[in-house]
């Protein structure tokens, strides 16, 4: 199957305030996998459920959908926000 170039599409992320690519968000997430907020982010711009359905090994998808189906508080995104600017800051 052949992977669509979406990669490039952006939008403003609103965790970090920015504007992000859609490749970005991809990688973005704990693990390896993409960001936990990928489906909400774009849903509006593609089918992302069904685009991640098909690119992700089946473990990881369902993986990120229960990240994604986790409530999860402010603070507990703003911690999360800082530990993986202090991961990227060791890289
Ligand atoms: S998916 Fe994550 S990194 Fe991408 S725009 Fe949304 S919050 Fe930001």
Redesign the pocket.
Known sequence: MTRPNIDHLE?R????GSV?SFG??MI?GEDNLP?W??FD?WWETFDVDGYLKQNLPNPAYNQLKSMAETPRNKIGSIIEIINQAKNQSKD
């Open positions: 939008r992320c609103p965790r970090l992000v970005y968000c973005s960001c907020k990928i982010c």
